[in-house]
Every structure is written in structure tokens, then in C-alpha cells.
């Protein structure tokens, strides 16, 4: 199993999995091995076996789903709203506020791992947010329960702007050194997995 920290790719691949019913080959576009379709049609032709590209087993299905390669099943993985179901999450959310729990590796590594372990799912989802970075560039925010995210710092016109950080100026692993623990301890569980 793969994971990785990238919002847009696991944005498409929330849509299109959601809505799919089969993988299918596509004919329209050569660029992409395969398309995902609610239905099949007759100019698709259903993947319903492993592929060349996987060996029966693999736990990067995910992955290669959202690259569009041929997968021998539709993947699967929970994210989100973990509190609304899983009463262990929701121990975390009432004793401690979001960015605690998102910046503290040991906090944010048990919380991306609960819906993995309990239901063995084909992704692991890291627990984060993607208002994460802000920070960074002098934008204050937190996630208050209830209500959601919460933008502190005053940004009405130009100039308040041009008072942020540059983002080229920014060291992010210096900023955010959780990010890459995190990443790190979640990409060895998956590999283990």
C-alpha cells in the first residue's frame, strides 16, 4: 500500500471512485490507461481480473487507481467524519483541540490508523487539514468544533497581504516538521499493511 499527501490527486480520486461501478479501458483517450464509468458500455470492456501491471495481493491498489491503471477491483477507504462512527476518534476531538491533534505526530499518526485498523481498508488517509500551512505564512487559524474552520488573522485589502510570508521564502520542513514525521511512520504502517 502507497500513501501519499496530496489534496488534488485524492480530491479526483474521492469523485471518480465514488461514482463508479466498474473500471473500465478507455478508448477515447490514449493518455490514460483506463476510465472510470458508472456504467459499462459497449465501447468499454470491464476490468474484472488482476492486471499485468499488479500482482494479486498488492495493497497499492489505491494508488494505482487514482494513476488510472487497470485495477482488479474497485478500492476502497473511509475518510472524513471518522467521529460521526468511531467512538475512539471521537475520545481525541472532545479532549483536545484540532491543531493538536493534527501537529502532534503521536496524536495525528493514531487517529490516520484507527479506520485502517478496524476496517482494513486499501488507503490510509493522513489526519490533517488542507488550511495546514497557514501558519507558515502568518495566517492564524484553528478548527472549532461545531462551527469548523476559524481565520484569525485579518486580511481585508493588499496591504494585509503583502505583510504575509512569501512562499518562497518559507521553509516548510522547518515550519512543519510533523508533516514529514507523520508522512513518514504512516508510509512505513502502509507498507507493513
Known amino acids: 500500500m502507497k500513501i501519499g499527501y496530496t489534496y488534488t490527486l485524492a480530491s479526483v480520486a474521492i469523485v471518480s471512485i465514488q461514482q463508479t461501478c ?3 479501458r478507455s478508448t477515447a483517450n ?3 490507461q483506463t476510465k472510470l464509468h458508472s456504467a459499462p458500455t459497449t465501447e468499454t470492456s470491464t476490468v474484472t481480473s488482476s492486471t499485468a501491471n499488479a500482482n494479486p495481493g498488492d ?3 489505491l494508488i494505482r487507481a487514482a494513476r488510472g491503471e487497470q485495477v482488479e477491483r474497485t478500492p476502497v477507504w473511509l475518510m472524513r467524519q471518522a467521529g460521526r462512527y468511531m467512538a475512539a476518534f471521537r475520545e481525541y ?3 483536545y483541540p484540532f491543531r493538536q491533534r493534527s501537529e502532534t505526530p503521536a496524536m495525528a499518526i493514531e487517529l490516520s490508523l484507527q479506520c485502517h ?4 481498508m486499501d488507503g490510509i488517509i493522513m489526519f490533517s487539514d488542507i488550511l495546514t500551512p497557514l501558519p507558515t505564512l502568518g495566517i492564524e487559524f484553528d478548527v472549532i468544533r461545531g462551527t469548523g474552520p476559524l481565520i484569525s488573522t485579518e486580511i481585508s485589502c493588499l496591504a494585509d497581504v503583502e505583510k504575509l510570508n512569501k512562499v518562497e521564502d518559507v521553509d516548510f520542513d ?3 516538521p510533523f508533516i514529514r514525521e507523520i508522512l513518514g511512520t504512516l508510509s512505513k504502517e502502509a507498507e507493513a499493511a
Not at 117 to 120: D, N, Q, S, T, V
Request: aromatic letters at 16%; a positive charge; proline letters at 5%.
Open 174 to 176: 522547518e515550519t512543519l
Open 30 to 32: 490514449p493518455a490514460f
Open 59 to 61: 495493497r497499492d491498489i
Open 93 to 95: 476531538s472532545t479532549k
Open 22 to 24: 466498474a473500471f473500465t
Open 117 to 120: 485498523r478496524a476496517y482494513k
